[in-house]
């Protein structure tokens, strides 16, 4: 069984990417098998509850002001409507149920209604997360009480080549936010996005700064960027400036996290619609065990549900039920 521990070194997490890749998957499966059901993943939904008209300027992201991709700019969702959309996701076999929000952070007139909805999501019985930018330590505090049990912010890349991606955040405004969901006691989820023209080095120094935080993220969700026509690096990959991730290279960071952050779900998110069933498969493997069900992720296409039930079917895979084992704030041993 793998140790927990936060004191990795790029060199060791540089040295799992470097191994044949079979071993590296056998590692990573067996890291799996130690603390979650093999045949197991958990589904989520994603919902965007206030879209478009971010003022940040994410190059890989179709809801920032800067991007010319379309997307308009609507307001906070109805409470109602995301109660409605949240019973929708758990008759569809949903354990968790996630919500989007395109701010750098809330305003405190919103705080209210995120509040009763997180509470009305929660009464239903499904697991809560949220993703609505930098918290102030009150606003982490209101949601801590309202019994938010996932607070989302992602790291995006590496230190080095954050910047290259964002200029109106910086990669040390991310983890003080992710000290301050840690502080007022709420689960984290926080992960990143993958073949946006980074490096294995970058890809390396993404996993080690999840890896030796304090206490791991109890989710780490892998992203493939979905490059969209408008913004910084869709036009920069529809230019071939930027060439699509290798497959087996985004299994290898799968399975690198996996075996770094051994109790953390690791989540397949965004770009599976454009993955084929073998390199799905092969991320089951190597310990991804959370995906996103539906056929869109906030402005994004996702597999869809039809899909997702082939496939789980050609695998032999289940649905999650009931909280995972060996998970909830469970600390790491330095």
């Not at 390199?279 to 997702?308: E, H, R, V, W």
Request: hydrophobic share 40%; aromatic share 6%; net charge negative.
């Amino acid at each position: 069984m793998s140790a927990l521990r936060s004191d990795w070194t790029r060199e060791e997490i540089a040295a799992l990417f470097d191994l044949p890749f079979t071993e590296l998957v056998f590692q990573a499966a067996t890291v799996h098998r130690a603390y979650h059901a093999p045949d197991q993943v958990q589904l989520c939904t994603l919902l965007s509850i206030k879209t478009g008209g971010c003022p940040e300027d994410c190059g890989y992201c179709s809801q920032s002001v800067k991007a010319d991709s379309g997307v308009e700019a609507t307001k906070l969702m109805d409470v109602q409507a995301v109660l409605q959309s949240a019973a929708q996701a758990k008759d569809h076999g949903s354990q968790r149920f996630c919500m989007g929000a395109a701010w750098r952070n809330p305003k405190d007139r919103d705080m209210p209604a995120i509040v009763e909805i997180v509470k009305g999501v929660r009464a239903m019985g499904l697991e809560t997360c949220m993703t609505l930018g930098m918290l102030a330590p009150h606003q982490a505090d209101m949601l801590a009480e309202a019994g938010l049990d996932y607070y989302n912010h992602n790291i995006d890349s590496s230190p080095e080549y954050y910047e290259r991606v964002i200029t109106t955040r910086t990669m040390d405004e991310r983890l003080d936010t992710l000290a301050e969901v840690r502080r007022a006691g709420i689960n984290v989820c926080s992960g990143g996005i993958v073949g946006m023209g980074e490096t294995r080095a970058d890809r390396v120094g993404f996993v080690h700064t999840l890896a030796t935080l304090p206490q791991h993220p109890e989710s780490v969700p892998v992203n493939a960027l979905v490059p969209v026509k408008g913004t910084v690096l869709g036009d920069m990959l529809a230019d071939t400036t930027l060439a699509k991730i290798d497959d087996i290279e985004f299994v290898r960071t799968v399975a690198v996290a996996r075996i770094t952050m051994p109790l953390s779900m690791v989540r397949l998110s965004a770009g599976r619609e454009s993955m084929s069933e073998a390199t799905q498969a092969l991320c089951f493997m190597a310990g991804a065990n959370s995906i996103f069900t539906g056929d869109k992720l906030l402005t994004a296409p996702n597999a869809g549900d039809d899909s997702d039930a082939a496939l789980f079917g050609n695998l032999g895979l289940t649905a999650l039920k009931g909280e995972e084992p060996m998970r909830a704030k469970a600390s790491c041993a330095a």
